[in-house]
């Protein structure tokens, strides 16, 4: 707060009981250790520390009056404690002379006080009660507050001994100072002393009773929590009161009650507040209706924000027409949380600036402080997180000089940290919060205490941070049992289950909400045990989902039983998806369900009647009944129109798009969408019209509209713009729906400059979050247009910006998409290193689900980096990590990417067994149809990789024929999926199965289709592994032969290589991988180069007579076949890359034309050359093959004879056979050798020997 500029503390070091809340001296630290020594009782030690803070500052240059004012009041309740009369008195009227002469009011009530308790240590029963009130840690306003209430309340003996009898010390004290009051004489020092602090304290704000009457104001100052023991001594106040005939004292016992139940049970219809207000009119006391008003108002909130909203109005109404500053603050303030809970943001502002404006001109404080906690809920509402910061910042202030400490503490926790979390400042929440807690701990406030655990808790899931939020909630457990509230401990229990859920450890989950319900059972606690029944349903639904449904169930029989609406809907809802999860019965379960809830909430109320469509229609899209789904959202949406119920009409609407939707209506699903946008419009709510704008700008997006979209993005930002100032909403939607749309209508630039746009806007809001998921939606432009430089460079700025901000998980997330683009760019080991770094940061429990992600990652890089190891340590991690949390979508993908691995590292048949796997999981969930086409693509080439292995095994035949049918059944997807790539891969892989199965011919085929796929993509590697493919398959091309026998001919089919197509492939492939520099494949080359020849040689023994011979080879290929082995992976897989899912939408490549592929043209040469160097000679001519020849005469001396003479005739591609007239030239040898002796001749291969 100190540092914040908007926060004015200079009037912070003037309270007494600061309790080291000032820390800008270390008189203030003395002076705050001194009030917390009193507490102790260790009063000796507190009036060194305040007397040596005195010294210090007297013994300055210039003494601080102010806080030599403090520093007297602390000695005096220093010596009051220790029973030194006379010197207190002289400390504390030395202070208050001290404080006229200052002239600043706060400072001069806090002296008056001190004179007061110092003229109150006369009577035994003060002394008694201020020793309970300085042990509580009571603050200025509180001690304001109560003095006012036992001055003009009325109480006996026997009160005191059974508020002490019940140890209800608040109470004590207040009737202990009561029956003081009372007995002092009027014009006594005492009394003139107490007088003149009320009457500095009113003209501060400091006293705020209301209309309450004083004991009904005690409970609610430290704030009955509804337990047991408190409901009962409340309803025996109030059957006393019946029974005595005491109409309005009954009346103020049964709002009591309702703020029990109402701090107990929140969402529940509380009938006390409509009793006491029945009690109250038929009295005619308008005050106290004002007062009823103002509780009903709240009562209905949760669940009839209508009801309360006009409750509230009416409570302002009457206050105004009492002159009650107070009350109609109080009411309007209310009225703007009913308007919040009705959406209706603009109004909800208006009325609490009304209420803040009437408490400052009343010069009411605390009044105020409330109105602008009210308000800063309202502008949060609106996305206005700098004014609801200054808000709630503001609010803490003015309770922390009134000395509400608990008031500033609640203030810190809830709006301040809310705040500063809206503005994605996680670290800032938490000190707050952390500021909070420590308020609460020192004013020994238990029931605070746990509050404030929890909502620290809260900020520490919310930012990620699971294992501090575990610890604090078992804290909040402690706290609970310790205090005997059953229904914290058990709310305690629940909130570790969910946390144990989002870590994906169910047993652990399971166990807590077991837990919470023993608990709820034992004490007999109904609502407890509701909570705890529905919080396990959720936890069973990972394993048991019939089990889950059942507890379901059960909770929305005991919710109902108790009345409380949102908590039946809840375990409804919970039902429903647990029962649509198990297939067509338990959807069909779910719709009866839903129908039913219908006809029991109908006939209550009409805002029971809506909620109930509207959870009926989501349970029915659920279970698959769309068109009912959307009479239910209509009928829900007629109902709220009735009520005038804002935020419920627009989520109506919501349901009745999102039915339309699954009707497969996307134009109906516009229209209602529509509706939400001139539903703003009539209110005049221009933030709830845009931010509307921007859903139907997604909604057209989503149904293939890009143009439709951008047009509702351009009205949406000029919606933002009336708002005078830049929102993370609308850099959202330029991410969102800007970016893409301008991407499917093929506008790289437009999408470039929309995402600059955004980064500029998170920039101005300081949201470092949100400037990154701009770059990395920039990232995505850069890659769909092919220019992958820019597309890293983006990736390493949103790194940077997320290191800066240290957001863990998003910063991982980064280098995960860093280590995409890496992938994209074929660079798989800056892929791995990429990927390690985000691996490094997923270290927290809760983190599974993206490690699996970033771990696929890993492998993939692995795989394309033929690093087999590394690719399947990475999925079998993966694997692991999805079993163990039960992600079966994810194992699916996990599974994938290990078989994938293990086809790699060449172990088959684990990669057959778990693409088996892969494919059973696959099939049971809503997979789309190219990604199952991948795994029977994965699964066939492990079959042929067996069968390959091992000829001669048994169940080869079984293999190959799966294999065949797999890569069949791959293709048909593939090859009509549009993407050439895929197209390629798909006709190698049934060339592959096809030759393994004998048909050669359609073995041939499609390798040519290969050759040409990968041709058109200017992929040297896949054209130059086609081509190997070609040459395996003329090597076992088939014929037949005729021979005569005695009875009739018969016809035997023998295998006739193909001997000089096969070699000119292979020639093809070997120069291809020669340019593109894949060693690995000229080795491939080389051997099929030997096989061919080996083959050869035996072949001509075999054939006829009568059959053509070609000539021997000549000696610049009668050498032995090369030593080096080609791995097993690439000659199963050829040039197919691992299908890793980038989620990027990558640049369409430029293609050749088929037509232009031919492999028995003349010029194949120079186009194989054209594609296989796209990149890095993209205006290459077609040239004829430089001769080497030349080049050879020159360098003749140097070569042996006999080896330039093989060379020479290996140069000429000459074959001749017997029975055609003249040779034929291969051009494909010449080009080979010619390219072969440019290498071999270059400067840096030559040697002398």
């Given at each position: 707060?100190?540092?914040?500029?908007?926060?004015?503390?200079?009037?912070?070091?003037?309270?007494?009981?600061?309790?080291?809340?000032?820390?800008?001296?270390?008189?203030?630290?003395?002076?705050?250790?001194?009030?917390?020594?009193?507490?102790?009782?260790?009063?000796?030690?507190?009036?060194?520390?305040?007397?040596?803070?005195?010294?210090?500052?007297?013994?300055?240059?210039?003494?601080?009056?102010?806080?030599?004012?403090?520093?007297?009041?602390?000695?005096?309740?220093?010596?009051?404690?220790?029973?030194?009369?006379?010197?207190?008195?002289?400390?504390?009227?030395?202070?208050?002379?001290?404080?006229?002469?200052?002239?600043?009011?706060?400072?001069?009530?806090?002296?008056?006080?001190?004179?007061?308790?110092?003229?109150?240590?006369?009577?035994?029963?003060?002394?008694?009660?201020?020793?309970?009130?300085?042990?509580?840690?009571?603050?200025?306003?509180?001690?304001?507050?109560?003095?006012?209430?036992?001055?003009?309340?009325?109480?006996?003996?026997?009160?005191?001994?059974?508020?002490?009898?019940?140890?209800?010390?608040?109470?004590?004290?207040?009737?202990?100072?009561?029956?003081?009051?009372?007995?002092?004489?009027?014009?006594?020092?005492?009394?003139?002393?107490?007088?003149?602090?009320?009457?500095?304290?009113?003209?501060?704000?400091?006293?705020?009773?209301?209309?309450?009457?004083?004991?009904?104001?005690?409970?609610?100052?430290?704030?009955?929590?509804?337990?047991?023991?408190?409901?009962?001594?409340?309803?025996?106040?109030?059957?006393?009161?019946?029974?005595?005939?005491?109409?309005?004292?009954?009346?103020?016992?049964?709002?009591?009650?309702?703020?029990?139940?109402?701090?107990?049970?929140?969402?529940?219809?509380?009938?006390?507040?409509?009793e006491a207000l029945t009690i109250f009119s038929s009295l005619g006391l308008k005050s106290c209706v004002a007062a009823a008003q103002l509780e009903v108002s709240r009562s209905r909130l949760g669940l009839r924000p209508v009801e309360a909203l006009q409750a509230a109005q009416a409570s302002a109404l009457a206050f105004k027409e009492l002159h009650s500053v107070s009350g109609e603050s109080a009411a309007q303030s209310a009225s703007a949380l009913a308007h919040l809970a009705l959406g209706q943001v603009p109004e909800a502002i208006a009325s609490a600036s009304a209420a803040e404006e009437?408490?400052?001109?009343?010069?009411?404080?605390?009044?105020?402080?409330?109105?602008?906690?009210?308000?800063?809920?309202?502008?949060?509402?609106?996305?206005?997180?700098?004014?609801?910061?200054?808000?709630?910042?503001?609010?803490?202030?003015?309770?922390?000089?009134?000395?509400?400490?608990?008031?500033?503490?609640?203030?810190?926790?809830?709006?301040?940290?809310?705040?500063?979390?809206?503005?994605?400042?996680?670290?800032?929440?938490?000190?707050?919060?952390?500021?909070?807690?420590?308020?609460?701990?020192?004013?020994?406030?238990?029931?605070?205490?746990?509050?404030?655990?929890?909502?620290?808790?809260?900020?520490?899931?919310?930012?990620?941070?699971?294992?501090?939020?575990?610890?604090?909630?078992?804290?909040?457990?402690?706290?609970?049992?310790?205090?005997?509230?059953?229904?914290?401990?058990?709310?305690?229990?629940?909130?570790?289950?969910?946390?144990?859920?989002?870590?994906?450890?169910?047993?652990?989950?399971?166990?807590?909400?077991?837990?919470?319900?023993?608990?709820?059972?034992?004490?007999?606690?109904?609502?407890?045990?509701?909570?705890?029944?529905?919080?396990?349903?959720?936890?069973?639904?990972?394993?048991?989902?019939?089990?889950?449904?059942?507890?379901?169930?059960?909770?929305?029989?005991?919710?109902?039983?108790?009345?409380?609406?949102?908590?039946?809907?809840?375990?409804?809802?919970?039902?429903?998806?647990?029962?649509?999860?198990?297939?067509?019965?338990?959807?069909?379960?779910?719709?009866?369900?839903?129908?039913?809830?219908?006809?029991?909430?109908?006939?209550?109320?009409?805002?029971?009647?809506?909620?109930?469509?509207?959870?009926?229609?989501?349970?029915?899209?659920?279970?698959?009944?769309?068109?009912?789904?959307?009479?239910?959202?209509?009928?829900?949406?007629?109902?709220?129109?009735?009520?005038?119920?804002?935020?419920?009409?627009?989520?109506?609407?919501?349901?009745?798009?999102?039915?339309?939707?699954?009707?497969?209506?996307?134009?109906?699903?516009?229209?209602?969408?529509?509706?939400?946008?001139?539903?703003?419009?009539?209110?005049?709510?221009?933030?709830?019209?845009?931010?509307?704008?921007?859903?139907?700008?997604?909604?057209?997006?989503?149904?293939?509209?890009?143009?439709?979209?951008?047009?509702?993005?351009?009205?949406?930002?000029?919606?933002?713009?009336?708002?005078?100032?830049?929102?993370?909403?609308?850099?959202?939607?330029?991410?969102?729906?800007?970016?893409?749309?301008?991407?499917?209508?093929?506008?790289?630039?437009?999408?470039?400059?929309?995402?600059?746009?955004?980064?500029?806007?998170?920039?101005?809001?300081?949201?470092?979050?949100?400037?990154?998921?701009?770059?990395?939606?920039?990232?995505?432009?850069?890659?769909?247009?092919?220019?992958?430089?820019?597309?890293?460079?983006?990736?390493?700025?949103?790194?940077?910006?997320?290191?800066?901000?240290?957001?863990?998980?998003?910063?991982?997330?980064?280098?995960?998409?860093?280590?995409?683009?890496?992938?994209?760019?074929?660079?798989?080991?800056?892929?791995?290193?990429?990927?390690?770094?985000?691996?490094?940061?997923?270290?927290?429990?809760?983190?599974?689900?993206?490690?699996?992600?970033?771990?696929?990652?890993?492998?993939?890089?692995?795989?394309?980096?033929?690093?087999?190891?590394?690719?399947?340590?990475?999925?079998?991690?993966?694997?692991?990590?999805?079993?163990?949390?039960?992600?079966?979508?994810?194992?699916?993908?996990?599974?994938?990417?290990?078989?994938?691995?293990?086809?790699?590292?060449?172990?088959?048949?684990?990669?057959?067994?778990?693409?088996?796997?892969?494919?059973?999981?696959?099939?049971?969930?809503?997979?789309?149809?190219?990604?199952?086409?991948?795994?029977?693509?994965?699964?066939?080439?492990?079959?042929?990789?067996?069968?390959?292995?091992?000829?001669?095994?048994?169940?080869?035949?079984?293999?190959?024929?799966?294999?065949?049918?797999?890569?069949?059944?791959?293709?048909?997807?593939?090859?009509?999926?549009?993407?050439?790539?895929?197209?390629?891969?798909?006709?190698?892989?049934?060339?592959?199965?096809?030759?393994?199965?004998?048909?050669?011919?359609?073995?041939?085929?499609?390798?040519?289709?290969?050759?040409?796929?990968?041709?058109?993509?200017?992929?040297?590697?896949?054209?130059?592994?086609?081509?190997?493919?070609?040459?395996?398959?003329?090597?076992?091309?088939?014929?037949?032969?005729?021979?005569?026998?005695?009875?009739?001919?018969?016809?035997?089919?023998?295998?006739?290589?193909?001997?000089?197509?096969?070699?000119?492939?292979?020639?093809?492939?070997?120069?291809?991988?020669?340019?593109?520099?894949?060693?690995?494949?000229?080795?491939?080359?080389?051997?099929?180069?030997?096989?061919?020849?080996?083959?050869?040689?035996?072949?001509?023994?075999?054939?006829?007579?009568?059959?053509?011979?070609?000539?021997?080879?000549?000696?610049?290929?009668?050498?032995?076949?090369?030593?080096?082995?080609v791995s097993e992976y690439r000659v199963l897989v050829g040039a197919r890359y691992p299908p890793c899912r980038t989620g990027f939408i990558l640049a369409k490549p430029a293609l050749l034309d088929l037509e232009d592929i031919e492999p028995s043209s003349e010029n194949k040469p120079a186009l194989l050359q054209k594609a296989a160097k796209p990149d890095a000679e993209p205006a290459l001519k077609e040239t004829a093959p430089r001769s080497a020849l030349a080049s050879l005469d020159n360098w003749d001396k140097r070569f042996d004879r006999k080896v330039w003479h093989n060379v020479k005739a290996t140069t000429s591609g000459l074959w001749e056979y017997p029975d055609m007239g003249q040779?034929?030239?291969?051009?494909?040898?010449?080009?080979?050798?010619?390219?072969?002796?440019?290498?071999?001749?270059?400067?840096?291969?030559?040697?002398?020997?």
């Amino acid at each position: 707060l100190k540092d914040h500029p908007s926060i004015h503390l200079s009037s912070s070091s003037h309270l007494p009981f600061a309790r080291g809340l000032d820390w800008m001296t270390a008189s203030a630290v003395l002076i705050g250790r001194s009030a917390a020594l009193l507490r102790q009782d260790e009063a000796a030690a507190a009036l060194e520390c305040a007397e040596e803070a005195l010294d210090e500052i007297r013994a300055s240059f210039v003494p601080e009056k102010a806080s030599e004012i403090s520093a007297l009041c602390a000695c005096a309740d220093a010596f009051a404690a220790l029973g030194q009369a006379e010197k207190s008195l002289s400390s504390a009227t030395e202070a208050c002379t001290l404080s006229k002469n200052l002239g600043d009011e706060l400072v001069q009530a806090s002296s008056l006080l001190t004179l007061a308790k110092v003229h109150l240590l006369a009577d035994k029963d003060a002394v008694v009660a201020l020793a309970v009130l300085r042990e509580r840690g009571v603050t200025l306003g509180e001690m304001a507050l109560i003095l006012s209430l036992a001055q003009n309340g009325k109480a006996n003996r026997s009160q005191v001994e059974e508020a002490r009898r019940k140890e209800n010390r608040w109470h004590e004290a207040f009737l202990l100072l009561s029956v003081s009051l009372a007995s002092l004489p009027k014009a006594g020092p005492a009394a003139v002393a107490v007088a003149e602090f009320l009457r500095a304290a009113k003209q501060l704000g400091l006293v705020d009773g209301g209309s309450y009457e004083p004991g009904s104001s005690i409970r609610r100052l430290y704030e009955c929590g509804g337990s047991a023991q408190e409901m009962y001594e409340l309803a025996r106040c109030r059957d006393a009161a019946k029974k005595s005939g005491d109409r309005q004292r009954a009346g103020w016992a049964l709002l009591d009650i309702a703020s029990a139940k109402l701090s107990q049970k929140p969402s529940c219809q509380v009938a006390e507040a409509d009793e006491a207000l029945t009690i109250f009119s038929s009295l005619g006391l308008k005050s106290c209706v004002a007062a009823a008003q103002l509780e009903v108002s709240r009562s209905r909130l949760g669940l009839r924000p209508v009801e309360a909203l006009q409750a509230a109005q009416a409570s302002a109404l009457a206050f105004k027409e009492l002159h009650s500053v107070s009350g109609e603050s109080a009411a309007q303030s209310a009225s703007a949380l009913a308007h919040l809970a009705l959406g209706q943001v603009p109004e909800a502002i208006a009325s609490a600036s009304a209420a803040e404006e009437n408490a400052r001109k009343g010069g009411l404080r605390r009044n105020t402080a409330e109105a602008l906690l009210t308000a800063s809920s309202c502008h949060l509402a609106a996305g206005e997180q700098g004014r609801a910061l200054q808000d709630a910042l503001e609010a803490a202030a003015i309770l922390r000089e009134v000395g509400d400490s608990r008031g500033e503490a609640f203030a810190l926790l809830f709006e301040v940290a809310s705040a500063y979390m809206a503005k994605m400042e996680g670290d800032l929440a938490l000190k707050v919060a952390s500021a909070g807690l420590r308020l609460l701990r020192s004013a020994e406030d238990l029931l605070g205490e746990a509050l404030a655990l929890k909502a620290t808790a809260n900020i520490h899931i919310e930012r990620g941070d699971t294992e501090p939020a575990l610890r604090l909630l078992q804290e909040v457990i402690t706290i609970c049992h310790d205090t005997g509230n059953v229904l914290d401990e058990v709310e305690g229990h629940a909130a570790v289950a969910r946390i144990r859920l989002s870590r994906n450890e169910a047993e652990e989950a399971e166990s807590s909400a077991q837990a919470g319900l023993a608990l709820a059972k034992e004490a007999g606690n109904k609502l407890a045990e509701a909570r705890a029944l529905l919080c396990l349903s959720k936890a069973l639904a990972l394993k048991d989902l019939p089990k889950a449904a059942e507890t379901a169930d059960a909770a929305a029989v005991l919710f109902k039983t108790l009345g409380d609406r949102q908590g039946h809907l809840q375990a409804l809802r919970a039902s429903c998806v647990a029962g649509c999860q198990q297939g067509a019965a338990g959807a069909a379960a779910a719709a009866v369900k839903a129908e039913q809830v219908i006809k029991e909430m109908t006939a209550s109320d009409l805002q029971a009647a809506g909620e109930a469509h509207l959870e009926a229609s989501h349970a029915l899209v659920l279970a698959a009944r769309a068109d009912q789904a959307s009479k239910s959202a209509s009928a829900a949406l007629t109902i709220f129109r009735q009520l005038g119920h804002t935020k419920a009409e627009a989520m109506a609407l919501r349901s009745l798009a999102h039915a339309d939707r699954a009707r497969g209506r996307p134009e109906e699903a516009a229209k209602a969408i529509v509706e939400i946008v001139s539903l703003f419009k009539r209110r005049g709510d221009v933030q709830g019209q845009a931010n509307a704008t921007g859903e139907l700008a997604k909604a057209y997006l989503e149904g293939g509209l890009p143009k439709e979209a951008l047009s509702e993005v351009g009205e949406a930002r000029l919606l933002f713009q009336r708002l005078g100032k830049a929102t993370s909403k609308e850099g959202m939607l330029l991410i969102d729906v800007g970016i893409p749309a301008h991407m499917a209508l093929d506008d790289p630039p437009k999408a470039v400059a929309l995402a600059e746009e955004a980064v500029n806007i998170f920039r101005s809001l300081a949201n470092r979050l949100g400037e990154a998921q701009a770059f990395q939606a920039s990232v995505k432009v850069c890659v769909q247009k092919g220019d992958l430089n820019s597309a890293l460079q983006v990736a390493r700025q949103s790194c940077a910006v997320l290191a800066r901000a240290r957001l863990t998980r998003e910063e991982a997330e980064a280098h995960h998409v860093t280590a995409k683009v890496h992938l994209v760019r074929l660079e798989p080991r800056e892929a791995v290193a990429s990927a390690a770094q985000a691996l490094t940061l997923l270290r927290r429990p809760g983190d599974e689900k993206s490690r699996v992600d970033v771990l696929e990652t890993a492998s993939w890089a692995h795989s394309m980096a033929a690093e087999p190891e590394g690719a399947v340590g990475a999925a079998d991690e993966a694997v692991a990590i999805c079993r163990r949390i039960g992600d079966r979508r994810r194992l699916v993908t996990s599974l994938q990417t290990l078989a994938e691995a293990q086809l790699v590292k060449a172990t088959f048949r684990k990669a057959m067994d778990t693409v088996t796997e892969a494919l059973a999981l696959c099939r049971q969930a809503d997979f789309e149809p190219r990604f199952e086409a991948h795994l029977l693509q994965a699964s066939s080439l492990a079959k042929l990789g067996i069968a390959e292995r091992d000829p001669q095994a048994p169940s080869r035949q079984k293999h190959v024929k799966e294999a065949l049918q797999e890569a069949k059944a791959a293709a048909r997807v593939l090859c009509r999926c549009g993407d050439r790539r895929a197209e390629a891969e798909a006709y190698w892989c049934l060339a592959k199965a096809n030759l393994e199965a004998g048909n050669v011919d359609s073995a041939a085929e499609d390798s040519v289709k290969a050759f040409k796929s990968y041709a058109t993509l200017r992929d040297g590697s896949g054209a130059g592994w086609a081509a190997l493919l070609l040459a395996s398959t003329c090597l076992r091309s088939k014929g037949r032969q005729q021979s005569a026998e005695v009875s009739h001919l018969v016809q035997e089919e023998i295998t006739i290589p193909d001997v000089k197509q096969a070699l000119d492939a292979v020639l093809n492939a070997h120069s291809t991988f020669r340019r593109i520099n894949d060693e690995e494949g000229q080795e491939a080359a080389l051997q099929l180069l030997a096989e061919i020849r080996a083959t050869r040689d035996g072949a001509m023994q075999g054939l006829p007579q009568d059959m053509p011979r070609p000539r021997p080879l000549p000696a610049a290929f009668s050498t032995p076949p090369p030593s080096q082995a080609v791995s097993e992976y690439r000659v199963l897989v050829g040039a197919r890359y691992p299908p890793c899912r980038t989620g990027f939408i990558l640049a369409k490549p430029a293609l050749l034309d088929l037509e232009d592929i031919e492999p028995s043209s003349e010029n194949k040469p120079a186009l194989l050359q054209k594609a296989a160097k796209p990149d890095a000679e993209p205006a290459l001519k077609e040239t004829a093959p430089r001769s080497a020849l030349a080049s050879l005469d020159n360098w003749d001396k140097r070569f042996d004879r006999k080896v330039w003479h093989n060379v020479k005739a290996t140069t000429s591609g000459l074959w001749e056979y017997p029975d055609m007239g003249q040779p034929e030239q291969n051009v494909h040898s010449a080009e080979f050798v010619n390219s072969w002796l440019e290498e071999l001749l270059a400067p840096e291969h030559l040697k002398d020997e």
